[in-house]
């Protein structure tokens, strides 16, 4: 069984940078694939950004190419989404999930084993 638990949400003004973080615990023998998703309110959980196993590949949805960073820090069991030039539209709960094996990379929520509770970043205008 593994948990996650995220950390760093808040409320920032458009044009503001937040560092979410994802800690993970117990079965972290193995590396997963770390994922980040979002779902504001009225819509579907959507993907975000991905890392590979050993942190090499990582892969953006296009509405956050060049403003979020997905980084991973193996020694830790943390994953990161670094999001800078905050726009409104970024508001949403935030999740990060694991995934073991199978194939990367993975944009499916329905794809990952485990999910954080999220956390809730809010982007004022």
């Known amino acids: 069984q593994v948990q996650l638990v995220e950390s760093g949400g808040g409320l920032v003004q458009a044009g503001g940078s937040l560092r979410l973080a994802c800690t993970a615990s117990?079965?972290?023998?193995?590396?997963?694939?770390m994922g980040w998703f979002r779902q504001a309110p009225g819509k579907e959980r959507e993907f975000v950004a991905t890392?590979?196993?050993?942190?090499?590949?990582?892969r953006y949805t296009d509405s956050v190419k060049g403003r979020f960073t997905i980084s991973r820090d193996g020694a830790a069991n943390t994953a990161y989404l670094q999001m800078n030039s905050l726009k409104p539209e970024d508001t949403a709960v935030y999740y990060c999930a694991a995934k073991y094996g199978g194939n990367w990379p993975e944009v499916e929520f329905s794809g990952y084993d485990y999910w954080g509770q999220g956390t809730q970043v809010t982007v004022s205008s």
């Open positions: 117990g079965r972290t023998f193995s590396n997963p694939a």
């Open positions: 890392i590979s196993r050993n942190g090499a590949y990582t």
